[in-house]
Antibody, heavy 118, light 111 residues
Framework: QVQLVQSGAEVKKPGSSVKVSCKAS????????ISWVRQAPGQGLEWMGR????????NYAQKFQGRVTITADKSTSTAYMELSSLRSEDTAVYYC???????????WGQGTMVTVSS | QSALTQPASVSGSPGQSITISCTGT?????????VSWYQQHPGKAPKLMIY???KRPSGVSNRFSGSKSGNTASLTISGLQAEDEADYYC???????????FGGGTKLTVL
């Protein structure tokens, strides 16, 4: 059974960057698509972007273009999401999720809380 | 890409049925039957309940069903139970090179 395990909580200063990892166990990592979804406190889900590891291709929501980079290391079955120029509004729980061939997020990581505060 | 439109809240009594709508446009919900629905309890990760508009993953109760008409997708929960109380989100997919978009979420209260 595929599981996604994310890195631990982070506290960052405004203007800095954060890099969250998502390690997959079970299954064939390269054949997945991994998406990143965030949820600010008390708010809804927001899709940020995805990567197709076997192709090394990523695409992003327009809102995050230029500030987010999603990568994948096939050798360690790990996906990464790096968000730069952090501001207080980026305080949120960040989830990775496996995306099936037709866009459904069938497996989710446990979430990583990122707090941006001076 | 604009968020899909969901009602902020719905409620129902145990045993009743409720429907949550998810309205998009002809470019997303209306073009593809690729809407998925997620249930999220407080402090937990979302859980896939419906995919490809109307399919249920293994292990999801058949009390949950999905449908679509035009630019609006719907999630129906029949025989409401206390444990159904949660937030529900729809999501539209239009291809691996296009952004996915979530609805704003609906809080379901079981009275």
């Amino acid at each position: 059974q595929v599981q996604l395990v994310q890195s631990g909580a982070e506290v960052k200063k405004p203007g800095s960057s954060v890099k969250v990892s998502c390690k997959a166990s079970g299954g064939t990592f390269s054949s997945y698509t991994i998406s990143w979804v965030r949820q600010a406190p008390g708010q809804g889900l927001e899709w940020m972007g995805r990567i197709i590891p076997i192709l090394g291709i990523a695409n992003y929501a327009q809102k995050f273009q230029g500030r987010v980079t999603i990568t994948a290391d096939k050798s360690t079955s790990t996906a990464y999401m790096e968000l730069s120029s952090l501001r207080s509004e980026d305080t949120a729980v960040y989830y990775c999720a496996r995306e099936d061939l037709l866009g459904a997020f069938d497996i989710w990581g446990q979430g990583t809380m990122v707090t941006v505060s001076s | 890409q604009s968020a899909l439109t969901q009602p902020a809240s719905v409620s129902g009594s145990p045993g009743q049925s409720i429907t949550i709508s998810c309205t998009g446009t002809s470019s997303d919900v209306g073009s593809y039957n690729l809407v998925s629905w997620y249930q999220q309890h407080p402090g937990k990760a979302p859980k896939l309940m419906i995919y490809e508009g109307s399919k249920r993953p293994s292990g999801v109760s058949n009390r949950f069903s999905g449908s679509k008409s035009g630019n609006t997708a719907s999630l129906t929960i029949s025989g409401l139970q206390a444990e159904d109380e949660a937030d529900y989100y729809c999501c539209s997919y239009a291809g691996s090179s296009t952004p996915s978009v979530f609805g704003g979420g609906t809080k379901l209260t079981v009275l």
